[in-house]
Nanobody, 119 residues
């Protein structure tokens, strides 16, 4: 079984920065794509950023130039550096990893961490 634990959310003023972390633990053989999603109140969950095992990254248009996804494969951990935060970035952020464990290859999700951007 693979577990994802997120950290780093909180309250920040507009224009500020936060760094989210997501660490995977358990019986992990390989991790492929890593991604961050977010869900604001009353809205559907949306993809924020993705990092492929091949080293490519992609971002939602709304966060391009402000957010950076990165990964440390040796630690089975990924990060989301969020700069120039706006009120519309307020949401619960979820990490997602496509990983191969003891029982096969599946998508795994973190528990979510709240990010609130407000003055």
């Amino acid at each position: 079984q693979v577990q994802l634990v997120e950290s780093g959310g909180g309250l920040v003023q507009p224009g500020g920065s936060l760094r989210l972390s997501c660490a995977a633990s358990g019986s992990i053989f390989s991790i492929y794509n890593m991604a961050w999603y977010r869900q604001a109140p009353g809205k559907q969950r949306e993809l924020v950023a993705v990092s492929t095992s091949g080293g490519n990254t992609n971002y939602a248009d709304s966060v391009k130039g402000r957010f950076t996804i990165s990964r440390d494969n040796a630690k089975n951990t990924m990060y989301l550096q969020m700069n120039s935060l706006k009120s519309e970035d307020t949401a619960v952020y979820y990490c997602n990893m496509n990983a191969r464990g003891t029982w096969g290859r599946y998508d795994y999700w973190g528990q979510g961490t709240q990010v609130t951007v407000s003055s």
